[in-house]
């Protein structure tokens, strides 16, 4: 399978940084034999830019890692993906575990991750 892990550094971070948690699931994915890619935004994107981007990939599956200020962000790409690729959307993170029901009631999101992945 082929995933597509998206991370919204808006609101986070003031420079680059390398993220831990990310990093482990990349990890781990192509360890169980997936092939991944990972796309990084440090600002808000335009739907036609960010919908060419993930297409561009041409996943099977599309992972957002979200902290709580970056959601707003994960549920607009989200609903792009849903309404222009219509892909199955995977969310995790800080947020999806502190607040998993919460998260799940935006229907885009086929699949939760609560704690480490």
């Given amino acids: 399978m082929k995933i597509l892990i998206i991370y919204s550094n808006h609101e986070t971070y003031l420079s680059p940084h390398y993220h831990h948690g990310i990093a482990y699931v990349i990890a781990s994915l ?6 991944t890619d ?3 935004y440090d600002c808000p994107v335009q739907r036609e830019t960010f919908i060419s981007d993930v297409k561009s990939y041409a996943p099977d599956l599309v992972g957002f ?3 709580t200020n970056q959601y707003k962000y994960a549920r607009r790409y ?8 219509g892909l199955p959307l995977m969310v995790g993170g800080v947020h999806a575990t502190l607040a998993p029901h919460r998260v799940m009631e935006h229907p885009a999101w086929d699949y939760l991750i609560v704690g480490e992945a």
């Fill in 65 to 67: 890692s979200v902290a």
């Fill in 78 to 85: 989200s609903e792009w993906i849903k309404t222009d690729a």
């Fill in 38 to 40: 990972l796309l990084v």
């Fill in 30 to 35: 192509k360890r169980a034999g997936h092939r």
